[in-house]
Every structure is written in structure tokens, then in C-alpha cells.
């Protein structure tokens, strides 16, 4: 009789729970989901997640570096004792014997050279009377060969006798022989003859001159000369026009040259 009855109480509890199983379904399928909102619809998708790439390999392992032998270095000892410098003959023009090097005592001829005087040497009390020393007389310096000076005379249209000895200016030339340089109609002196004149004129004021000649030159050297008030002689021929710029040999005179041209002075009145 028990069992019977617990027997329908368990099929009624399992009808109780199916019923409600029905029931749960149906209504989860009558409501209706919401529809997406506009933010929601313009979201981007979510990008799908790459996929992991495989990991590197490990490098392989660099090999051991080879070993080299270094042979060890030659270390020179060197003796605590001076070794005594070898025996030299030494022989005068004469092919007699003078002295040798471990012998200190001084050849017969030897001739000792005076000390220097010690600053208190001419105040010290001396037994022997007063130190005279020798005197030497001082030699003059030499002239140098590449700066003189002395009383000009023009030698030429651009030459000069310095004290007896012949200079050509550096730096200019002479002009052609067809040039004329007159000063005035009539006056048909060449370019030479008026240079020279120009010279003479100007050295009879300043008659000494001083004279520099410039390195680098081969036979005869040209000079640069200056008379006492510092003009360029050189410099004066070209700018009057008389001479022209050498630039073989420099072109110091070359704008002279120019200023003589535009004024048309000299030589270029009848170029």
C-alpha cells in the first residue's frame, strides 16, 4: 500500500515539472528580442585576432675564437757597470799619433781656450794682479747684396748709374721704337729720349736713390729704386706713360699702366 502511493505522488511531481518545462518555452519564444540601436549598427566589426607567428629559431652559437701563439718579447738586460769605450788612435794632417780615448792627458799642442769672465771676476781680489783679457776687434757686417744706395744718374729710358754701377728698373720695359712721346706738335722724341729726360729732370732734385733687388732673377738683375722723397721710378715711368708694365717679371706696375692709358698720357696720346 506504501509504495503504491509513493508511486503516484513521484508520476504526479513529473507531470507538475513537465507542465512547467511547456510553459517556459512558449513564453521565452512569444518575446521578442531587441532591434540594435544606430550606435551599435555603426560599430566596426571586431577584427579577428591574427593568427601567433611561429617564434624564431635561435641563432646558432658563434664557434670559439681561434688561439694564437704570441712568441714572448727579447728583453735586453742591461749591465750595472759602464763598459768601457774601446781604444782610439787619433792622427793629425800629418799622419802623427795625437791622443787615444783612455788616455785624459792633453797633446803637447794643445792650447787651452779662455774661460768666460765670471760677472764678479773684475771686483774679486786676485794675488795675481789684474786679468787681462784680449780683445777682439768686431767685424763689420757685410754689405747685402740685394739693397744699395747712392748718387743716380739717368743712363737710359729705363736705366740708372747708381755709384758707378748700371741698373735697368724692374718691372717695366720699354716702349716700341715707333712710339712717340712728344710733349707738344713739333716735338717727335722718341718715348727713350723723353723717359730718360724725365729721369734726369727728376733726380737733379733728388739725387740719391735707394735700390732693392728683387729674388728670383737670372743674368744681370733688375732693381727696384726709390729716390729720397719714396717715388717708385719705376712706378713714375709708367703712370706719365714713358714705359710700360712688365708682367714677365711682375705685375706691380700693371694698374699704372691702366691710369696712363684712360688719361692717355705719354705714349698713348698717339695710340
Known amino acids: 500500500m506504501r509504495n503504491w502511493v509513493v508511486g503516484i505522488l513521484a508520476g504526479v511531481a513529473g507531470m507538475a515539472v513537465g507542465a512547467a518545462l511547456v510553459v517556459v518555452e512558449r513564453y521565452v519564444h512569444a518575446v521578442p528580442l531587441p532591434a540594435p540601436t544606430a550606435q551599435q549598427a ?146 717727335a722724341r722718341s718715348c727713350a729720349d723723353v723717359a730718360r729726360d724725365a729721369l734726369a729732370q727728376r733726380l737733379q732734385r733728388n739725387s740719391n736713390v735707394n735700390c732693392r733687388i728683387p729674388p728670383g732673377q737670372r743674368g744681370n738683375p733688375a732693381a727696384i729704386c726709390t729716390d729720397n722723397s719714396g717715388t717708385d721710378l719705376g712706378s713714375f715711368l709708367v703712370n706719365e706713360g714713358l714705359a710700360l708694365a712688365d708682367t714677365g717679371s711682375s705685375y706691380e706696375y700693371f694698374g699704372a699702366e691702366g691710369v696712363a692709358r684712360s688719361f692717355r698720357r705719354g705714349l698713348w696720346r698717339n695710340r
Open 42 to 187: 555603426s560599430l566596426p566589426p571586431v577584427p579577428e585576432e591574427p593568427p601567433q607567428a611561429a617564434p624564431e629559431p635561435a641563432p646558432p652559437a658563434a664557434p670559439d675564437l681561434p688561439t694564437v701563439d704570441v712568441a714572448p718579447h727579447v728583453v735586453h738586460t742591461v749591465p750595472d757597470e759602464d763598459t768601457p769605450a774601446p781604444k782610439a788612435t787619433i792622427f793629425d794632417r800629418n799622419g802623427r799619433e795625437i791622443t787615444s780615448r783612455n788616455n785624459n792627458t792633453p797633446p803637447p799642442s794643445y792650447v787651452p781656450s779662455p774661460s768666460p769672465m765670471p760677472p764678479n771676476a773684475a771686483t774679486a781680489p786676485s794675488s795675481r794682479g789684474p786679468l787681462i783679457l784680449p780683445q777682439f776687434a768686431a767685424k763689420p757686417a757685410p754689405p747685402s747684396a740685394g739693397n744699395f744706395s747712392g748718387a743716380a744718374n739717368a743712363s737710359g729710358g729705363i736705366a740708372l748709374v747708381v755709384g758707378g754701377r748700371p741698373v735697368a728698373l724692374f718691372g717695366v720695359r720699354p716702349p716700341d721704337a715707333r712710339d712717340r712721346c712728344g710733349l707738344g706738335p713739333g716735338d
